[in-house]
């Protein structure tokens, strides 16, 4: 009888374990699955900001250009074609593919000193790898000045017009939707119809305008030589683009007027100066030299 009973009590407390060992599988499992879930979330938050921050130069001034609804940039705006070629320039400069020729002892001026390929290693944007094969293969080589000329196509030279990179704001509002911030719609305008692309994802611009408005705001320095130089340039080239107003607009008087004082002292600076100190990006001061000379 007492065997009996102890192995009634043994198989209780075997099946009591079992269940207990089920229960903290159990839990060991759903453990793992909310901590996937969080992993993943977070690897999503990552490739959210990854893509944001994946903006060229030339992107992140056509958003800054770009109509939310409608999808197209202002009709009036005659700057933004050149101001886009300026941006590969930038851009290209800032990865360290291009720089300018040595100044040399007679200290030539910026816009009169060549722009040479430091590297030819592709940058994975077909654009930017477009533009900077024309100036590798280009010899002699030319000045800053007269690579925006060529490759907006505003050169008198028959010979030359191959270097003009075409369509280029079609292929930045594509490379834009590619990366979900804007889509693709046809509109009728009477006489014609127009490929658009109105704004799909409005995180990424408020981002972006955000990121403009707190440069010169909450994050001024008051020394352009420790501003960032991404968005040093962005706010440089927005200006040339005549795009920088659309990022202020949404501003209290106050801060408008505060942050458009700011951008005046950066417009003001003298490119040749700022060229010359620690730290600074040549190319960058040549194409602003180009647009405000």
């Known amino acids: 009888m007492s065997s009996l009973t102890q192995r009634t009590s043994g198989l209780v407390q075997r099946r009591t374990e079992a269940i207990r060992s089920a229960a903290a599988d159990k839990e060991r499992e759903s453990g793992g699955e909310e901590d996937d879930t969080r992993r993943g979330e977070e690897e999503d938050d990552d490739k959210g900001d990854s893509k944001e921050t994946r903006l060229t130069l030339m992107e992140e001034v056509l958003l800054l250009g770009l109509k939310d609804r409608e999808g197209y940039t202002s009709f009036w705006n005659d700057c933004i074609s050149s101001g886009l070629r300026g941006c590969m320039l930038v851009e290209l400069a800032l990865r360290g593919r291009l720089h300018l020729e040595p100044c040399g002892v007679r200290r030539k001026g910026l816009l009169s000193r060549k722009v040479i390929c430091k590297s030819d290693a592709p940058t994975g944007d077909v654009l930017l790898d477009e533009a900077l094969k024309h100036v590798k293969e280009t010899q ?147 194409v602003v030299a180009a647009f405000t000379k």
Do not use: C
């Open 140 to 286: 002699p080589p030319e000045t800053v000045q007269s690579w925006i000329e060529l490759l907006s196509g505003e050169t008198w030279n028959p010979l030359k017009l191959h270097y003009q990179l075409r369509n280029v704001r079609e292929r930045l509002a594509k490379n834009l939707v590619e990366k979900g911030v804007l889509t693709t719609e046809k509109q009728n305008f009477l006489l014609f119809d127009m490929t658009t692309h109105p704004l799909t994802n409005s995180t990424i611009k408020q981002r972006l305008i955000k990121k403009v408005q707190d440069s010169v705001l909450e994050k001024w320095v008051n020394d352009p030589n420790r501003m960032d130089k991404r968005i040093l340039a962005l706010i440089l080239l927005a200006h040339s683009s005549d795009v920088l107003e659309n990022a202020f607009a949404p501003l209290q008087d106050d801060q408008y007027d505060l942050g458009m004082k700011r951008v005046h002292t950066l417009l003001e600076l003298e490119p040749e100066k700022e060229s010359t100190k620690p730290n600074a990006n040549e190319l960058m001061w040549a």
